[in-house]
């Protein structure tokens, strides 16, 4: 995900000189790290500068653009060149990593560490299981998060008017949708065009209901599971075959194509996570889900650029999205295994991440997504954080992930997503055509039968969707950053 770079420009240099402990002396190595470009890279590299000062170990950051990451990091470790001495990968992607052979086990390495540095257990719960963990070892740390959430105007919302008008239109309060076929009542009812209102204001170009994701990128699939998953569907069944052809699923792909999409602007078939924030920010849009918490900085720019408008979060309607991070693990054929380590703790440990989090970044660690004073001083780039943390709970309560994730084969058949999930959402082919060759695909990378390797998730475990207390959460004050630190009494 992009985030504006000046953000961290300027805070973290002097900032991190005080993380840095002292650190004897090591012979001259040099760390090669594959990553993401944009925000993220910006950050690592004002890290990277600070660790090589302190340590005398030079980290190369070697950026590439997310849609060739993959790819990039696979064909190297296929072929064991040692290339890369640090892996980034996908949450969707670590079972394959780590199955592979492509990451190094780290719990010995861990065990070793400084437990101030590598605080482990401060990692969000969630997203520990799902970025770290596999089949009961560690194989990375999480750097950030990309949980989705949900995104929406809430001066619209609280305006008498339209709240009026919609329990009028379909018999109900409009509020933070509960589940999906809410939301789609509220992109229906937001639809506007010249001449009529919104908010007691005419409008003179199109409004829409909602913004969607349904170029063929890979969030198209983010958004799609998010709905399956909120409904109990699943992309793969507990037995190991192929769900995305199944009845439940097929009604999450309907719902998207033909309750979302039309209620969308015009581009939404060629649209990814960029033109969404652009939307909000230009008052095209009225609402957004599921869509990247970790983009809330931008998001909230809207309040500068749109008179009287207020930007608010919640989870994503029935809460169960996608819940994960981009982890960072040693690669299995680096030459330099413990200093590769020694600079991914640091970079994922507390003092940087507590850098990284003022500078706009969205952290992994609880200890900085619950400080109550730190969110309050910064609310334009942790404002979303109740929410994160509302979302990341309740998942490590309900215990549910998805069994995708588990699977060995999960960054290709994440790859094969994008494929068939924008041709359903683009009607090249019937819902049920697309999802019978997503299903085909499946068990093609799998060989057959997919094994689901979540045996450390409990004896017979399955993945079952728990109700979440929405109005405990409204209470809280998370879905509005300014009422929720009015209430800490901040």
Same mark, same amino acid.
């Given at each position: 995900?992009?985030?504006?770079?000046?953000?961290?420009?300027?805070?973290?240099?002097?900032?991190?000189?005080?993380?840095?402990?002292?650190?004897?002396?090591?012979?001259?190595?040099?760390?090669?790290?594959?990553? %993401?470009?944009?925000?993220?890279?910006?950050?690592?590299?004002?890290?990277?500068?600070?660790?090589?000062?302190?340590?005398?170990?030079?980290?190369?950051?070697?950026?590439?653009?997310?849609?060739?990451?993959?790819?990039?990091?696979?064909?190297?470790?296929?072929?064991?060149?040692?290339?890369?001495?640090?892996?980034?990968?996908?949450?969707?992607?670590?079972?394959?990593?780590?199955?592979?052979?492509?990451?190094?086990?780290?719990?010995?390495?861990?065990?070793?560490?400084?437990?101030?540095? %590598?605080?482990?257990?401060?990692?969000?719960?969630?997203?520990?299981?799902?970025?770290?963990?596999?089949? @009961? @070892?560690?194989?990375?740390?999480?750097?950030?998060?990309?949980?989705?959430?949900?995104?929406?105007?809430?001066?619209?919302?609280?305006?008498?008017?339209?709240?009026?008008?919609?329990?009028?239109?379909?018999?109900?309060?409009?509020? %933070?949708?509960?589940?999906?076929?809410?939301?789609?009542?509220?992109?229906?009812?937001?639809?506007?065009?010249?001449?009529?209102?919104?908010?007691?204001?005419?409008?003179?170009?199109?409004?829409?209901? %909602?913004? +969607?994701?349904?170029?063929?990128?890979?969030? +198209?699939?983010?958004?799609?599971?998010?709905?399956?998953?909120?409904?109990?569907?699943?992309?793969?069944?507990?037995?190991?075959?192929?769900?995305?052809?199944?009845?439940?699923?097929?009604?999450?792909?309907?719902?998207?194509?033909?309750?979302?999409?039309?209620?969308?602007?015009?581009?939404?078939?060629?649209?990814?996570?960029?033109?969404? +924030?652009?939307?909000?920010?230009?008052?095209?849009?009225?609402?957004?889900?599921?869509?990247?918490?970790?983009?809330?900085?931008?998001?909230?720019?809207?309040?500068?650029?749109?008179?009287?408008?207020?930007?608010?979060?919640?989870?994503?309607?029935?809460?169960?999205?996608?819940?994960?991070?981009?982890?960072?693990?040693?690669?299995?054929?680096?030459?330099?295994?413990?200093?590769?380590?020694?600079?991914?703790?640091?970079?994922?440990?507390?003092?940087?991440?507590?850098?990284?989090?003022?500078?706009?970044?969205?952290?992994?660690?609880?200890?900085?997504?619950?400080?109550?004073?730190?969110?309050?001083?910064?609310?334009?780039?942790? @404002?979303?954080?109740?929410?994160?943390?509302?979302?990341?709970?309740?998942?490590?309560?309900?215990?549910?992930?998805?069994?995708?994730?588990?699977?060995?084969?999960?960054?290709?058949?994440?790859?094969?997503?994008?494929?068939?999930?924008?041709?359903?959402?683009?009607?090249?082919?019937?819902?049920?055509?697309?999802?019978?060759?997503?299903?085909?695909?499946?068990?093609?990378?799998?060989?057959?039968?997919?094994?689901?390797?979540?045996?450390?998730? @409990?004896?017979?475990?399955?993945?079952?969707?728990?109700?979440?207390?929405?109005?405990?959460?409204?209470?809280?004050?998370?879905?509005?950053?300014?009422?929720?630190?009015?209430?800490?009494?901040?």
């Amino acid at each position: 995900m992009k985030l504006n770079r000046l953000l961290v420009a300027g805070v973290l240099v002097l900032a991190l000189l005080a993380t840095l402990g002292g650190v004897s002396a090591q012979e001259q190595v040099t760390i090669n790290w594959v990553t %993401i470009s944009g925000f993220y890279t910006d950050w690592a590299e004002q890290v990277a500068t600070q660790f090589e000062a302190e340590t005398g170990i030079d980290i190369n950051i070697l950026d590439v653009d997310i849609g060739q990451l993959y790819e990039t990091q696979v064909l190297e470790s296929v072929a064991d060149t040692g290339a890369y001495d640090l892996l980034t990968y996908d949450a969707g992607q670590k079972a394959e990593f780590a199955e592979s052979g492509y990451l190094l086990q780290l719990d010995e390495y861990i065990a070793a560490a400084d437990p101030a540095v %590598i605080a482990f257990e401060d990692i969000a719960p969630a997203l520990r299981e799902v970025t770290s963990m596999w089949r @009961g @070892g560690v194989y990375g740390l999480p750097y950030y998060t990309f949980t989705m959430g949900y995104f929406y105007r809430c001066d619209l919302f609280e305006n008498a008017d339209e709240m009026a008008a919609f329990e009028a239109a379909y018999g109900y309060p409009l509020g %933070i949708p509960r589940d999906y076929n809410q939301m789609a009542d509220i992109a229906e009812f937001f639809r506007r065009t010249p001449g009529q209102t919104l908010g007691g204001q005419e409008v003179t170009s199109d409004f829409y209901g %909602i913004g +969607v994701m349904a170029g063929r990128f890979d969030q +198209v699939q983010d958004e799609i599971n998010s709905i399956a998953w909120s409904q109990g569907a699943q992309v793969i069944n507990d037995d190991g075959t192929p769900g995305v052809d199944d009845p439940e699923f097929l009604a999450a792909v309907d719902l998207y194509v033909n309750q979302l999409l039309p209620f969308a602007p015009p581009g939404a078939l060629s649209s990814s996570f960029d033109q969404i +924030v652009a939307q909000m920010q230009q008052g095209l849009i009225a609402q957004t889900a599921a869509f990247f918490l970790d983009q809330y900085a931008n998001m909230a720019r809207t309040e500068t650029m749109i008179e009287g408008a207020r930007i608010c979060t919640a989870p994503a309607p029935g809460v169960h999205s996608w819940v994960g991070a981009f982890g960072v693990g040693v690669s299995s054929d680096s030459r330099h295994p413990q200093e590769a380590f020694d600079f991914l703790a640091w970079l994922a440990g507390p003092e940087a991440q507590r850098q990284f989090a003022i500078g706009g970044g969205t952290t992994c660690r609880e200890s900085i997504l619950t400080d109550t004073e730190l969110i309050s001083q910064n609310p334009t780039t942790m @404002g979303h954080y109740p929410t994160l943390v509302a979302v990341l709970n309740h998942t490590a309560e309900a215990n549910f992930y998805p069994n995708y994730l588990f699977v060995p084969q999960g960054g290709k058949i994440y790859d094969e997503m994008t494929t068939w999930y924008s041709t359903a959402a683009a009607g090249e082919m019937s819902i049920e055509e697309a999802m019978a060759n997503m299903a085909t695909a499946i068990e093609r990378q799998c060989g057959g039968v997919c094994e689901i390797a979540n045996e450390a998730l @409990g004896e017979d475990y399955t993945p079952v969707p728990m109700a979440f207390d929405y109005d405990a959460f409204i209470a809280s004050g998370a879905f509005d950053i300014d009422v929720w630190i009015g209430l800490q009494g901040g």
